[in-house]
């Protein structure tokens, strides 16, 4: 199993690899935010990962021209 805290370059992920993670999160979540290229090297395993995304989504008002409170109605 993969722990949370894991390091993906401890696990064997190379640069070429955090480019294509990154950019898979990218299409994932549109282009309203645009990720860092050295996201994947910020954010080095799943648990900082999914905080720093969180955050940043949590942040903008738009995510793809929906607003939050259409994502979360009260």
Do not use: C, W, Y
């Amino acid at each position: 199993s993969l722990s949370e805290e894991a390091d993906f370059f401890d696990m064997g992920i190379d640069s070429l690899m955090s480019v294509d993670l990154k950019n898979r999160i990218q299409d994932a979540i549109g282009s309203t935010i645009q990720l860092s290229p050295a996201f994947v090297f910020e954010n080095r395993n799943l648990k900082q990962m999914m905080q720093a995304l969180s955050s940043l989504l949590k942040l903008h008002p738009i995510i793809d021209g929906v607003q939050k409170s259409e994502l979360n109605p009260k």
